[in-house]
């Protein structure tokens, strides 16, 4: 899985989710999850900022080699900000 996706293929992270899951990772599993459903939000929906704050939460204390290989868009070493449709700060 890791190799698709470090070669662009996207569409093998909710697999490796599954994957993650059965090999009894819900921990990283949890994690691919919940940025899928980032992803497909934009900025401006209601629900994104607590979804990122999610995805955020969820990828605390995973090590950083793996989330260098599975985040997207890249996480590591960028900063998101700005406000939702509430006018919060994230």
């Known amino acids: 899985f890791l190799n698709a996706i470090d070669d662009g293929d996207d569409a093998a992270l909710p697999a490796y989710a599954d994957w993650l899951l059965d090999q009894g ?3 990283r599993s949890a994690f691919l999850r919940a940025q ?3 992803r497909r939000l934009t900025h401006r929906r209601r629900c994104f900022l607590a979804a990122a704050r999610e995805v955020i939460a969820l990828g605390t204390g995973l090590p950083l080699g793996w989330l260098l290989r ?6 590591v070493n960028t900063v998101w900000a700005g406000t939702d449709s ?3 700060y994230y």
Not at 70 to 75: F, G, I, N
Request: net charge negative; charged share 40%; no cysteine.
């Open 86 to 88: 509430h006018g919060d």
């Open 36 to 38: 899928e459903v980032t």
């Open 70 to 75: 599975v985040s997207r868009p890249r996480l």
């Open 25 to 27: 990772d819900e921990a």
